[in-house]
């Protein structure tokens, strides 16, 4: 998937007003799950996602398989996307749903096994 379709997308699903607004969302939804996920999981995801996009996965805390729960995912996306956590957990969705359709079934099992079961509403979304 491109990074134009990519962020349409998670423009659309998530009613976003811009297409800044979809960028600053994908960002910080990606940089969260990076912080969670350990190992070279970030890196291989990324792999699988066009340039720009990969970038939020790809940071100095990359990785480190940090453990929290899905209510601080939430709160860490709000807190970078500098919005409300109604909002936060609405554009998680959407990146994460966007996320599900650009990346192979086998690499969303993959990074799901380093998740624990209360992600669940996250990745069904």
């Known amino acids: 998937m491109k990074h134009d379709r990519f962020i349409g997308l998670v423009q659309d699903r998530a009613q976003l007003n811009s297409r800044g607004a979809a960028e600053v969302a994908t960002r910080a939804t990606l940089e969260t799950l990076a912080e969670r996920l350990a190992g070279n999981e970030p890196s291989n995801l990324a792999a699988q996602l066009p340039q720009g996009i990969a970038d939020g996965l790809e940071h100095i805390w990359a990785g480190m398989g940090e453990s929290f729960d899905l209510d601080e995912f939430y709160q860490r996306v709000s807190r970078r996307e500098n919005v409300e ?26 990074f799901c096994v380093h998740l624990s079961p209360d992600y669940a509403p996250l990745i069904e979304a």
């Open 85 to 110: 956590l109604s909002d936060a957990i609405v554009h998680s969705k959407a990146v994460m749903d966007v996320l599900k359709e650009a990346v192979s079934e086998g690499e969303i099992e993959d």
